[in-house]
């Protein structure tokens, strides 16, 4: 295999960018539905296998403007992974939003040409190893998945867009101001120009740099890129975006975007970690997931629509994440990796089965939702299983690294353990009461296409992953996931 991809005539890094590029530009071009969405999964499916290749052979540290290290092939492997299943699962739900009217055929090279171009800003921004050019990328990223949630047209569409768009540009804008000034906490130290803003050259100084610049910069870093991981109270557009964009858009952000923004976190935590005299970054992490976790715990229980559900409980889960990682330490932040892993695999398959259910229910309210496991077995059953994983019982993957991080928490810090769990079993009664009403009883009309069989392949691969996690982690992949938490602090 080294050998082989030694023979390519690019590296696979750049194949992370090239392939989402050309295949953008191609889809940009392809009038068929059919034809763009097999280049579509084709793209996805290469851009997968590249990444799996830098598992192999990565470059060197500090070489060009992209690098890899074990923090951010994580994102990257599990990004390229949810973006190649979801994929799949567009090419049947879009397909069948154009046979029932909801989407327009000219729009459909537009979706297509996006959601590659999304490929590109999310794997550039998790590659980059210029914080610049990071920022650049989550807002490209931003850009691109604002015009697919407006991509039905209608007025809730275009308002879920707008409201995306502004706050999403508000939360862009402080993130800019702080990497200016890590910049400026960087030039004394290292000097003027690109060198300044290079991360591998940034974390090898920052015991140099000014702490109180590096305090400030945090502030505003983690405001603008949390407002992107969808931290309460900053959380506002991702409801709106969830429950009117395409699905296959809910489970890119929830599995993807989201993952962005806090990797572009966790880089700036790492910076200030390795300056003694910086403020330690982990209260106002822990602060604001506490403040998310409760918060969408509450908020489950008034939703009426399903898709607003499950986006509150993606605010829920990234909260829950923060706070693993603002408690530090090598089991907390093993715990949050590992959380996050099983929220994007789970969360996704959550959205694949939604999405089939709003399609063969006609609806997305919850009312007119009913008795699923009796009227559509398979997609019932799979949003079960779905729900009891993302709630946390055995043997799923959530319930592993939920255990983690509230032993690791009881372990250090025994009264924050209260509001943590106390959260986690707001959150639990609230799906779960949820999910009574929507898979088991009297099954509601169908006003859908009642005889539809969507495809539940990707739904299933993805909670099988999660079962599997749940009962057996790889030897290689614990001392992988071990090695990042130290590197985080």
Known sequence: MTAFLHMLPFAPINALLAVPATAALILLLVSSYRLGAWINMLASGTTFLFALTLLIERPAPGAGYLFVDDLNIVFVVLGTFVGL?????????????????????????????????????????????????MWVAVELATLTTVMMVGLYRTQAALE?????????????????FGTILIYMAARPVIGE????????????????????????????????????????????WLPDAHAEGPTPISAVLSGLL??????????????????PLAVAPGPLMVTLGLVSLIFAGFMLYLRRDIKRLFAYSSIEHMG??????????????????????MHSLTKSAI??????????????????????????????????????????????????????????????????????????????????????????????ASVGDAGRQPSMVPLFIHLLLVLTAGIFLPAPLVAWFENVARMLG
């Open 160 to 176: 879920a867009a707008w409201k995306y768009f502004i706050l999403g540009s508000v939360g862009i804008a402080l993130a800019l």
């Open 351 to 444: 959205f694949f089965a939604v999405g089939q259910i709003a399609q063969v229910k006609g609806t997305q309210k919850l009312s007119d939702i009913r008795g699923l496991t009796e009227s559509h077995p398979r997609l019932g059953w799979g949003l079960v299983i779905g729900v009891a994983a993302i709630v946390g019982l055995p043997p799923m993957g959530v319930f592993m690294s939920e255990y983690l991080i509230v032993s690791s928490t009881f372990a250090r810090e025994p009264l924050l353990a209260i509001p943590l769990v106390f959260g986690l079993l707001i959150a639990f009664g609230a799906l779960t009461w949820r999910l009574i009403g929507i898979a088991f009883g009297p099954p509601s």
């Open 258 to 275: 989201l993952n962005v923004a806090l990797y572009a976190l966790l880089r700036f935590k790492m910076l200030l970690a390795a300056n």
């Open 193 to 236: 120009g690109h060198d300044a803003m290079v991360w591998t050259a940034l974390v090898a100084n920052a015991d140099k740099f000014s702490p109180e610049l590096l305090n400030v910069a945090f502030v505003f870093l983690m405001l603008g890129y949390g407002t992107k991981v969808g931290l309460a109270p900053l959380h506002a």
């Open 320 to 341: 829950i994440i923060s706070f693993a990682f603002g408690m530090g330490g090598p089991l907390a932040n093993f715990a949050g990796l590992l959380h996050m892993t």
């Open 85 to 133: 299943t979801t994929s799949v699962f567009s090419a049947s739900y879009i397909g069948h939003e154009l046979e029932i009217g909801r989407l327009k055929p000219h729009y459909l090279r537009f979706y297509h040409g996006m959601y590659q171009i999304l490929s590109l800003a999310m794997n550039l921004g998790l590659t980059a190893n210029n914080i610049g050019l």
